[in-house]
């Protein structure tokens, strides 16, 4: 397909450059227009085809194969195939083959092979090969291939083969094959290899997104954002948040060392998850928040295995963030194996590794045992031990 698209571009441009005068088109090598139709040609210039046009103020004209220059505005009723610069526009009806400079817009009736560059937009009718670069808005209704570079937004009608940039929003109607980079929007209604921006949203199938918002079909890759949601997952979703539709959701009530009662989620892909767990010591009344990412084993029969890293935030009552604590600090590794007593209920139980740090007071109503590092009196204390955890899994 890659062949036949490549193909496709340099024979109509070849065309377009090397081919005769159409029949219906009178030739002059050389048309001077003031402002239609003041020029050379007069009323018929529709009908004329020249080498070399120049427009003091605007021009029309049928086609032009070699150059145009226009004070103003070029317009051309067929083709252009060479370089054409417009101070404000140039518009052609049909097909381009070459380099438009336009100061405020570029536009093309039907296909451009070639590059457009404009400071504010760009328009292919059909189908756009090679590039559009403008301020604002870059437009092909057609398919892409090759890159479009917009200040605001670049718009694929149909399939994107290459890049696009823009500062806003990046939109395709159908594929992308290349890569999505934006500030704030990408959006593929099918499938795209890869997506950078605020949020970002591939209908289809994607391998990498890196964004705040990560929307996918079916991510085969790397999710990174803050939320990063999927109806299929066979990557790594790293973020706060990672929803699969088809993944998992599992409800954990386990105790340890660390506080008597704990509860938590683990939800992602079925390989990688996103932790949240909160827990309570009512001795010491204290209680404790985390946020982690793990992954998942799984074993022969009803056996499985879970393997996460947690950080949490102790604070001194039952709620977490209310009290004014410095920073006291848990880092926990946990590896925790399960097996299925029923299809909805496992037991789980594991060792852990654990490293307290805090800025405020020893850890002893935290600890059990360990092996303390650090500085009691400069309000500088850290701990290391291992520990262990024993709960069951709502699946």
């Known amino acids: 397909m890659k062949f036949n698209r490549i193909f496709t571009v340099a024979l109509l441009a070849t065309v377009l450059i090397s081919s005769p005068v159409s ?16 020029s050379t040609n007069g009323f018929s210039s529709g009908q004329v085809a020249s080498n070399f046009s120049f427009n003091i103020l605007g021009g029309y004209i049928g086609s032009v194969k070699g150059f145009e ?50 400071g504010v937009g760009n328009f292919v009718g059909k189908n756009l090969n090679i590039g559009q670069v403008s301020g604002v808005l870059n437009t092909a209704l057609g398919s892409v291939s090759g890159f479009q570079l917009g200040g605001v937004a670049n718009i694929a009608g149909g399939e994107a083969t290459g890049l696009q940039i823009a500062g ?42 890196i964004g705040v918002v990560n929307i ?11 939320v990063n949601i999927a109806r299929d997952h066979s990557g ?28 938590g989620i683990k939800f992602g892909s079925q390989a990688f998850y996103n932790v949240w767990t909160y827990g309570y010591q009512p001795f010491g009344a204290r209680s404790k928040f985390g946020i982690g990412l793990g992954g998942h084993i799984p074993a022969p029969g009803p056996l499985f295995v879970d393997i996460d ?51 405020e007071w020893d850890g002893d109503a935290v600890r059990y045992f360990g092996i303390p590092v650090g500085d009691y009196d400069a309000r500088n204390y850290t701990d290391i031990w291992l520990g262990f955890q024993v709960g069951v899994q709502i699946l």
């Open 309 to 359: 890293a947690v950080h949490y935030q102790f604070e001194d009552g039952i709620w977490p963030f209310i009290s004014q604590n410095s920073y006291n600090g848990l880092t926990t590794v946990r590896f925790t194996g399960g097996i299925k007593i029923t299809p909805k209920l496992a037991f789980t139980a594991g060792p852990t590794v654990n490293v307290w740090h805090s800025q």
């Open 236 to 263: 790594v979703p790293v973020g706060l948040a990672s929803v699969v539709k088809n993944g998992q959701f599992h409800v954990n009530f386990w105790t340890d060392e660390t506080a008597v009662l704990n509860a």
């Open 69 to 118: 220059l226009g004070g103003i505005f070029n317009i051309e009723k067929n083709h252009v195939a060479g370089l054409q610069i417009g101070g404000v526009a140039n518009l052609v009806g049909e097909n381009v083959a070459g380099l438009e400079f336009g100061g405020v817009a570029n536009v093309a009736g039907k296909n451009c092979v070639g590059l457009q560059v404009a």
């Open 168 to 209: 806003v929003a990046n939109i395709t109607a159908r594929d992308v094959i290349g890569a999505q980079v934006s500030g704030t929007l990408n959006i593929a209604r099918g499938s795209c290899p890869a997506q950078i921006g605020v949020v970002n949203i591939a209908l289809g199938q994607t391998f990498t997104q």
């Open 216 to 226: 996918a079909g079916y991510a085969r890759g790397l999710q990174l954002g803050v």
């Open 23 to 38: 029949a219906q088109e009178i030739y002059r090598p050389i048309s001077v227009t003031f402002i239609y139709p003041l």
